[in-house]
């Protein structure tokens, strides 16, 4: 019965965009990027970019960057591994907002 259920989690986990957006929601606000970036990406700070309506391709690859070291940014460089396996997921939402 568990196994069952695990399984119907991880099937609702992996369907649709919108499913994966509501989880880019949760992911950005649970790892505090709203601290920085603002409320759905939208920063009123000038140090911290907004990231909303920006390329959703373009945004998981920064977060990759951003992990692999490709680019630099000492905050960055320690908040995106958080991301790992979520890029898509915090871009698509993002990139909606
Ligand atoms: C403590 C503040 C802070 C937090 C928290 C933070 N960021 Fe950032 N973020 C920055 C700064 C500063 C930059 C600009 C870095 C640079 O100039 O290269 C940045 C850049 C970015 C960029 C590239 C945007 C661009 O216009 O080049 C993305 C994407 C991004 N952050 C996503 C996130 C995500 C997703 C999270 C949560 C896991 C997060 N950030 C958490 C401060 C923060």
């Given at each position: 019965m568990k196994k069952v259920l695990f399984a119907v989690a991880v099937t609702s986990m992996m369907g649709t965009s919108a499913v994966q957006a509501d989880q880019g929601e949760d992911m950005y606000n649970a790892l505090g990027?709203?601290?920085?970036?603002?409320?759905?990406?939208?920063?009123?700070?000038?140090?911290y970019p907004t990231?909303?309506?920006?390329?959703a391709a373009w945004i998981a690859q920064q977060l990759k960057d951003f992990q692999s070291g490709a680019r630099q940014d000492a905050t960055m460089n320690a908040m995106a591994p958080m991301t790992a396996g979520f890029e898509q997921a915090i871009a698509d939402y993002l990139s909606a907002q």
């Open positions: 990027c709203s601290g920085c970036h603002g409320v759905a990406g939208k920063s009123s700070i000038p140090t990231l909303a309506g920006k390329d």
